[in-house]
C-alpha cells in the first residue's frame, strides 16, 4: 500500500477514456447538480503555466495507520484514505461515483482536499513534522527527500516523535 499523488490539468478533466477523467467530470456534475450544488469545472487560471504535480510514496503504512487510529475516528480514517479523486472545495461527506478507477476498476470516490487536508495537518502537528525542514517543489520532492536521505540527515539534528518512525510521517 502506498500512496501515489497526481495533479489533473484541464485537459485531462475534459477528456473522455482511459487517458482523461471526463467520465468522472460528467458524473460528479451530474451528483453535484442532484444534490443542488454547482457543477466543478477544472479550469487553468490565466497566464498560469500548466504545470504537472506528482508524489509516489509507498514505505510500510504500517506506523501511519497505528498513527492515524490513535489520533482519528474511524470516520476521520475514512476521509483521509478511502478516496480516489480529491476536488479542491469542499464536500460535506464523500461522493461515490458508479465510474471505475484506473488503478480498480472500482468506484470512484471523491472528496474535498479541504477535510483531508485538515486531518493531514492534525497528524503532522501531532508527529511534530518538522514542515519548514521538508523540501517543496518539483514533482517527487517529498518522496526523494524520504528516500534519498534527506530526512534521516534532517532528524539528527531535528529530532521529535516524527523522528522516530520515519515511515509514520
Known amino acids: 500500500m502506498g500512496l501515489y499523488l497526481v ?10 477514456g482511459e487517458d482523461g477523467y471526463g467520465d468522472v467530470a460528467a458524473a460528479l456534475n451530474t451528483e453535484l447538480e442532484r444534490r443542488e450544488l454547482p457543477p466543478y469545472e477544472l479550469r487553468q487560471a490565466a497566464g498560469e503555466a500548466p504545470g504537472w504535480f506528482e508524489e ?33 472545495f469542499a464536500l460535506e461527506e464523500e461522493i461515490v461515483l458508479p465510474v ?25 502537528r501531532a508527529v511534530e513534522l518538522p514542515l519548514d525542514a521538508i523540501p517543496a517543489g518539483d514533482n517527487l520532492t517529498l518522496s526523494l527527500w524520504f528516500l534519498e536521505g534527506g530526512a534521516e540527515r534532517t532528524a539528527q539534528v531535528r529530532t521529535g516523535p516524527w523522528a522516530e518512525d520515519k515511515d509514520a510521517a
Open 7 to 16: 495533479s489533473v490539468t484541464a485537459q485531462d478533466w475534459s477528456q473522455l
Open 56 to 88: 509516489k510514496v509507498s514505505p510500510s503504512m504500517d506506523g501511519f495507520v497505528a498513527l492515524c487510529r490513535a489520533r482519528l475516528t474511524d470516520a476521520e480514517l475514512s476521509t483521509l484514505l478511502d478516496w480516489s479523486v480529491l476536488v479542491p
Open 100 to 124: 471505475g478507477t484506473a488503478y480498480s476498476g472500482e468506484d470512484t470516490v471523491v472528496a474535498g482536499a479541504p477535510r483531508v487536508l485538515a486531518l493531514s495537518e492534525r497528524l503532522a
